[in-house]
């Protein structure tokens, strides 16, 4: 059977079908190709699953958030596994434009378990995100799924927690095995031109002034694409049990939650020297405040999945930053 991965052509879902179809699997991709950012990249992305797995990759483009037309897309396709990592990312983007949010975050999640729900899925992996972890205050072991979330700084965590909330429900009523990943801070090959490393990467090759809020002092806890791919596999191979234990996060019925991150908070200032050393020039500085919605530090605590599931992140930033590098350089013909 095969796996339904949402926001194919986006960063994760891309590179988490490409692993499903690298180990023989079969995918049905689905995705809106919206314009949050240069849909052109969202393209290249589905034109290299298309040229390198063109007859096990399936894609529909469809708005997961209309009902009607998921149904229509998804008529002809048959799938027992669900990835669904599609959704309005960017803490940023939902203090102007919360709408997006709720649109493609609650009404299309609600739709995502509702096609589960109808197809008989027995696993559910979705993406969740660190920003639930809003205002708590950072432990040194760092942010814990046993953590209460109750304190979101921008609508886009509110969306993620309200995601985590109704699958929690789902799980209850209908026994669907769900698995709630909350990423921090994604990057790589094929990353996302909103977020800080490819702003950075890009200014700096150009000679243009980055802007650098919170002053500088900011820690990530930056995680590499294939330890983030690593995770999201684990969990499509051990759905979580219906057992009546509690599971991380805390649930009694089939749902868990687990963070991915590297377990490393990198100074924001490292991260940018390391792009300096990649490119071989120094950046300008634009030092600014925090802005509105941005957590000051990240540091994942990943003890929960480690025990569960043997995850490994093997990446740092020093290593990850020049493979970054060196695909940007790439995709863009440098
Ligand atoms: N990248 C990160 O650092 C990070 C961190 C935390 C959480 N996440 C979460 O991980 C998931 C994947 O993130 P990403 O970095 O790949 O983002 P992305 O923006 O690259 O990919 C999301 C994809 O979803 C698609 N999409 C959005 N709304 C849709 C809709 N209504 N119908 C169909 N397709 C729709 C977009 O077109 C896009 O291709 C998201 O849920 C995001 O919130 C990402």
Redesign the pocket.
């Known amino acids: 059977m095969s796996v339904l991965v949402?926001?194919v052509?986006?960063?994760?879902?891309f590179n988490v079908a490409r692993a499903l179809l690298a180990r023989g699997e079969s995918v049905i991709g689905?995705?809106?190709?919206?314009h949050?950012?240069d849909p052109k990249l969202?393209q290249a992305r589905l034109d290299h699953l298309n040229t390198t797995h063109h007859t096990a990759f399936h894609f529909e483009r469809?708005?997961?958030?209309d009902m009607a037309a998921l149904n229509v897309a998804l008529a002809p396709h048959s799938f027992d596994r669900v990835v669904h990592?599609?959704?309005?990312?960017g803490v940023r983007y939902s203090i102007t434009n919360p709408e997006a949010y709720v649109?493609?975050n609650l009404v299309?999640h609600l739709n995502i378990l509702e096609i589960c729900r109808r197809a008989d899925v027995r696993n559910l992996v979705y993406?969740?995100?660190?920003?639930v972890y809003g205002k708590n205050q950072l432990p040194k072991t760092g942010f814990s799924v046993d953590h209460r979330v109750d304190q979101p700084i921008s609508l886009y965590a509110a969306t993620?927690k309200a995601d985590e909330l109704m699958s929690e429900t789902y799980a209850h009523l209908y026994r669907l095995p769900q698995t709630g990943l909350?990423?921090?801070?994604?990057?790589g090959p094929w990353g996302?031109p909103d977020?800080a490393m490819w702003l950075f990467a890009d200014a700096i090759m150009k000679g243009r002034p980055i802007d650098v809020f919170g002053e500088g002092n900011m820690r990530r806890d930056f995680t590499y694409i294939d330890d983030i791919v690593a995770g999201v596999m684990a969990c499509v191979d051990n759905p979580a049990p219906d057992d009546g234990a509690a599971k991380a996060g805390g649930s009694i019925s089939p749902h868990r939650l687990y963070n991915i991150g590297n377990h490393r908070s990198e100074e924001l200032m490292h991260m940018i020297s390391l792009i300096e050393t990649s490119i071989g020039k120094k950046a300008v500085l634009n030092l600014l405040p925090m802005q509105p919605g941005d957590v000051r530090d990240t540091f994942a605590d990943i003890t929960a999945i480690q025990n569960d599931l043997g995850y490994h992140p093997t990446t740092s930033i020093d290593e990850g930053v020049p493979k970054f590098i060196d695909w940007f350089k790439s995709y863009h013909g440098l």
């Open positions: 949402t926001g052509a986006g960063f994760i879902g689905i995705d809106c190709v919206n949050y950012y969202k469809v708005d997961f958030a990592l599609g959704a309005q990312a649109q493609s299309g993406a969740s995100s660190s920003s993620k909350r990423f921090f801070t994604v990057y996302r977020m």
